[in-house]
């Protein structure tokens, strides 16, 4: 599967951004699927996880703030990111992991995902 991440950008804190992954090649039903994030001079780290039931697990610092969702006529997946702050501002990458039947606890993980995306940068500025 080869994912292709869009909608990063600027915006002023308080605001809101949708970030999309597109997915060629395979269904997305058939993948976990997660987003992260790496600000400069950090380890990447995961903010939402999203297994093949549909069931997410959030970072606790985008908890109640951020939203991850599959749409699998689009072959999407989404996150959906409001009341933005600047310690938000970082590179955001799609990643999946095929299922394999096996009770997945990779949410949120890096290690866990096999398929990366290139990434697209939201910086959020005071």
């Known amino acids: 599967v080869q994912l292709v991440e869009s909608g990063g950008g600027s915006v002023r804190a308080g605001g809101s951004l949708t970030l999309s992954c597109t997915a060629s090649g395979d269904t997305v039903s058939r993948y976990h699927m997660g987003w992260f994030r790496q600000a400069p001079g950090k380890e990447r780290e995961g903010v939402a996880g999203?297994?093949?039931?549909?069931?997410?697990s959030y970072a606790s610092s985008v908890a109640g703030r951020c939203t991850s969702s599959k749409d699998t006529a689009e072959n999407t997946l989404y996150l959906r990111m409001n009341r933005l702050k600047p310690e938000d501002t970082a590179i955001y990458y799609c990643a999946a992991e095929p299922a394999d039947g096996r009770v997945w606890v990779g949410y949120l993980a890096p290690e866990k995902y096999h398929y990366w995306g290139q990434g697209t940068q939201v910086t959020v500025s005071s």
């Open positions: 999203t297994d093949t039931y549909d069931t997410s």
